[in-house]
C-alpha cells in the first residue's frame, strides 16, 4: 500500500478526529459499498476477521451490528445507530463496539466528489472525552482503519 492511500488523520481538537482518504471509483459506489449489507462482509474489516452484518437497517433510526470473526476465533461487535442518510453526499451514525467504555459515539461519513471518477471519504468522529478518544486510537484502530480501506479499494476495483 503506498503512503498516499493511508488515512491522513487529523485532530481539529482533542475530542474530535478526522480521517480523509481518496479512492479511484465514483461516490455513488464508494457510498452503496458502505450501506449495502450484501457489500460490506466483502470489504469491512482487517484481512484477518471474517464480518457477518447481523443487522443493517439503513435509514434514520436504524440500527447495524456487525460481529467480526478472527482465524484465532476471537469475535468483536461493532454496533451503532443510522442517524442520517444523504446519498450520495454523507451518512451519520453512531459507533460503539462491545468493550468499549461509554456511550457510542457519532460518526459522519462524507463523499467528496474529486472529478474524473475520484472520492474523497472524510469520516469525523467526536468523542465525549480525551480519554474516549485516545482509547479508540490505543485500541489499533488507524492500522484496522487503513487495512480495511485498503480491502475497499480493492473491492472497488473490481
Known sequence: ??????????????????MEREFDAPRE?????HLDPEII?????????ATVVEEMDVRP???WRFVQRGEDGQTITFFGEY???SPPD???NTFGF????????EEEYSFIDLGEGRTLLRTYSKFKTKEEL???????????ANETYDRLEEYLAQ
Open 1 to 18: 500500500m503506498s503512503e498516499q492511500r493511508k488515512f491522513k488523520i487529523s485532530f481539529p481538537s482533542e475530542t474530535e478526529l478526522v
Open 29 to 33: 459506489l464508494v457510498f452503496q459499498a
Open 41 to 49: 462482509p466483502l470489504w469491512w474489516g482487517p484481512r484477518a476477521y
Open 61 to 63: 433510526g436504524g440500527k
Open 83 to 85: 442517524r442520517l442518510i
Open 90 to 92: 454523507k451518512f451519520v
Open 98 to 105: 462491545e468493550g468499549m467504555e461509554g456511550e457510542p459515539g
Open 134 to 144: 485516545e482509547g479508540i486510537l490505543q485500541s489499533g484502530m488507524e492500522w484496522g
